[in-house]
């Protein structure tokens, strides 16, 4: 069993940085991949970017690369997602999730409850 907390979410200005936090706790939190997905209203549940359990590997959506960076402190059992040069288009709740696999794709095994980022001037 693996449980996640997000937080680090805000109201931001665009252009603005924010820095999303999704702390673990379960015993195998360690071989776990991680990913970072995000919900606007009216709209699906989109993949923005996820790291392997050593944390050597990471995958990015297409509308988040060269601006998002997601890393792993495995003694913490903690991830971030560093989110850059944010937009008005990067508002919406953003979800932390863990699974034995990696994938770009919700078939993620735990979730957390989200914490909203807002991008507006």
């Known amino acids: 069993q693996v449980q996640l907390v997000e937080s680090g979410g805000g109201l931001v200005q665009p252009g603005g940085s924010l820095r999303l936090s999704c702390a673990a706790s379960?015993?195998?939190?360690?071989?776990?991949?991680l990913g970072w997905f995000r919900q606007a209203p009216g709209k699906e549940r989109e993949f923005v970017s996820a790291?392997?359990?050593?944390?050597?590997?990471?995958v990015y959506g297409d509308s988040v690369k060269g601006r998002f960076t997601m890393s792993r402190d495995i003694p913490k059992n903690t991830v971030y997602l560093q989110m850059n040069s944010l937009k008005p288009e990067d508002t919406a709740v953003y979800y932390c999730?863990?699974?034995?696999?990696?994938?770009?794709?919700?078939?993620?095994?735990?979730w957390g409850q989200g914490t909203q980022v807002t991008v507006s001037s």
């Open positions: 999730a863990a699974d034995p696999a990696l994938s770009t794709t919700t078939v993620y095994a735990y």
């Open positions: 379960g015993r195998t939190f360690s071989r776990y991949a």
């Open positions: 790291i392997n359990w050593s944390g050597h590997s990471t």
